[in-house]
């Protein structure tokens, strides 16, 4: 990922503020006499109006009437750093000047009372910025900050985040975005402990580097924590160890550590997995999760799946009692099934997961672009099958395949995302047809990279081969949809109001006799 991709991807993960530059406070008068009807409402919502307010249009209605005088120091602080930024006047756009916006910044939190109930600073370079910095951080202590997105924007990633930060108990939301984060392990760290951050509830670790320890120091110090993200993590730290009794959201996302170890979670109930590429192989460990309820993506190229102390390998028929995860009910797959051992691997993790009831596997070549021509090149002029280029998998092998706990006798939909209909694709489809006994959906979603012509002639392929599929189920609906779902985001994929975060809906019904 490019450094464009990369500030892209951390942003859209930022939660969203409050406030809005396009917000502004138009005194509403009849037509005899001007009267201001807005500061006639009650304090309250007075205070309701200036919190969504810009931090530099909420200060200025001070200057209004004597009935406003009080009510911007009398708000909690709502603060986006962007809203500060000055226009270019004529020119258009804004004028940027790092200096200058610290500056701003600093004059508003040193002129607010207090609470803090929003600071976002993602704007500014802080390389240079560090008295700045260190001067924030005293007043956000201070003053009481509930809601905290600190990102050095862009760049470098060695800029020192200080260790004032792990002082801020009143936080119930933190989001830190490219820093070397403090070694908590200094005498300059608070002790560990459960008075760090008492209230905190939803932490974002966004590229930054920390260590093994440092993670193993915040989820100790935060035991009201609900949702912990890693954000475009690629090494650093390259083991992440949940042990929390209180978490019930993890999110590794855009990242890449080498091991990701649920070791102690009782309230766990969601596991995110969005990865970047193949870098290098992740292992999943799965120890004390009684609650885990929606996992995914699992990837066969990238993963490692380890539960207890058994590790789940390719061709694995019989997983022992104490290999499985009964508690899973949504299964999210990532699979090349032009690849055979990444398709036997798939049906070794699915018996792992005896209850799921809604299965999500997306088709995935990890072929990068240079590969993919290659091949091209090399199937050209030869009898390669189908013409794919994938290892068939001969109907033998699915007749054959052991028994599969979850397919069998709890599986209702089946969401199949980025098919080609490939040869494989439908022989994983009918193997699922023809033993899925309480099976109700199964949605198609083809690869949105097909032309128009591959799409119109795969989806008359699946018309011509799945109505006559055997099937173990009756009334299963069938949908195949010619075009990609609605993006994943990490907005999704982290709502817990969502008991299935994972895409699968809308599209074309092809009906079954």
């Not at 307010?53 to 200025?60: E, M, S």
């Not at 994938?390 to 980025?418: N, Y």
């Not at 994929?493 to 809308?506: K, N």
Request: charged share 20%.
């Amino acid at each position: 990922m490019g450094l464009n991709d990369i500030l892209a991807a951390l942003y859209s993960c930022l939660p969203e503020t409050p406030s809005s530059p396009a917000a502004s406070l138009t005194a509403a008068t009849s037509n005899n006499g001007g009267e201001d009807r807005i500061s006639a409402l009650p304090d309250d919502i007075l205070r309701g109006v200036v919190s969504r307010l810009p931090a530099k249009d909420a200060a200025r209605t001070a200057a209004l009437s004597p009935r406003w005088r009080g009510l911007w120091r009398s708000t909690p602080l709502v603060l986006e750093d962007s809203h500060l930024i000055r226009p270019a006047g004529q020119r258009g756009g804004f004028e940027f000047d790092s200096s200058a916006l610290a500056g701003a910044v600093s004059r508003v939190l040193a002129s607010h009372p207090g609470p803090f109930r929003w600071v976002h600073i993602s704007s500014n370079f802080m390389a240079g910025q560090e008295e700045a910095l260190a001067k924030w951080l005293r007043l956000l202590v201070a003053k009481g900050v509930e809601s905290l997105v600190l990102v050095n924007r862009p760049w470098p990633l060695d800029v020192a985040l200080p260790a004032s930060i792990l002082r801020c108990a009143s936080l119930r939301r933190l989001y830190l975005g490219v820093w070397h984060f403090p070694d908590t392990s200094r005498a300059s760290a608070p002790p560990r402990g459960p008075g760090v951050f008492p209230r905190l509830q939803e932490l974002g670790i966004c590229h930054t580097i920390m260590q093994e320890r440092d993670l193993e120091y915040l989820l100790a110090c935060s035991p009201e924590l609900k949702t912990f993200a890693l954000i475009l993590s690629y090494a650093a730290p390259s083991l992440v160890p949940i042990s929390s009794s209180s978490l019930c959201c993890v999110l590794v996302w855009l990242s890449m550590p080498y091991e990701v170890d649920v070791v102690a979670a009782p309230r766990l109930q969601r596991l995110i997995l969005q990865s970047i590429g193949t870098i290098h192989t992740t292992k999943v460990k799965i120890g004390h999760a009684p609650e885990l309820t929606v996992l995914g993506y699992l990837e066969t190229a990238n993963h490692v799946l380890q539960i207890g102390n058994t590790i789940i390998k390719a061709g694995v028929t019989k997983v022992a009692p104490n290999a499985v995860v009964p508690s899973v009910k949504v299964l999210a797959l990532k699979v090349d099934f032009g690849v055979a051992e990444e398709v036997k691997t798939l049906l070794s993790f699915l018996r792992c997961f005896p209850q799921v009831e809604t299965l999500h596997v997306m088709s995935s070549s990890n072929k990068n672009e240079e590969e993919e021509e290659e091949e091209e090149e090399e199937q050209d002029g030869k009898d390669a099958g189908d013409g794919s280029g994938e290892q068939l998998i001969s109907p033998k092998f699915w007749k054959e395949a052991g028994p599969i706990g979850c397919v069998e006798s709890q599986v209702k939909k089946v969401v199949l995302d980025k098919f080609t209909v490939g040869a494989n694709e439908l022989g994983f489809l009918k193997f699922v047809m023809a033993r899925a006994q309480v099976l109700k959906r199964v949605v198609l979603v083809l690869d949105p990279g097909m032309s128009p012509t591959a799409a119109k002639e795969a989806l008359s392929k699946l018309a011509s081969q799945v109505p006559s599929a055997k099937c173990a189920s009756e009334n299963v609906e069938f949908m195949g949809l010619p075009r990609p779902m609605a993006a994943w985001s990490y907005q999704i994929a982290s709502d817990l109001s969502l008991s299935d975060p994972f895409p699968a809906e809308g599209g074309i019904l092809v009906e079954r006799p």
